[in-house]
C-alpha cells in the first residue's frame, strides 16, 4: 500500500466496555476509494450504495482480507 497515515483509530464504548476500530480508504474491490471501517465492509456498503443510487454490491471477507494485506 505504502500509505503510513490513511488510516484512523476509533475508540467507543458500546454499553459493554471500551472498543475499538480502525478506518482506512479502501484500496481495492467495490469499495475502492470509500473510507471503511475495517472488518464491517459489509456493514459499509449499503450506505456508499444508496448514495450513489445503486443497489447493494457484494462485499466478501476475501475483499476485506486483500485491503488489509
Given amino acids: 500500500m505504502g500509505k503510513t ?7 467507543y ?8 476500530c480502525t478506518v482506512i480508504t479502501s484500496q481495492q474491490g467495490p469499495l475502492k476509494g470509500q473510507r471503511i471501517v ?3 465492509e459489509a456493514d459499509g456498503a449499503p ?18 482480507v486483500s485491503i488489509m494485506a
Avoid: F, M
Avoid at 5 to 11: E, K, M, Q, S, T
Avoid at 13 to 20: K, L
Avoid at 56 to 64: D, M
Fill in 38 to 40: 475495517c472488518g464491517r
Fill in 47 to 64: 450506505y456508499y450504495q444508496k448514495q450513489q443510487g445503486q443497489p447493494p454490491a457484494s462485499v466478501t471477507e476475501r475483499s476485506v
Fill in 5 to 11: 497515515r490513511d488510516w484512523v483509530i476509533l475508540d
Fill in 13 to 20: 464504548d458500546d454499553g459493554s466496555g471500551e472498543q475499538q
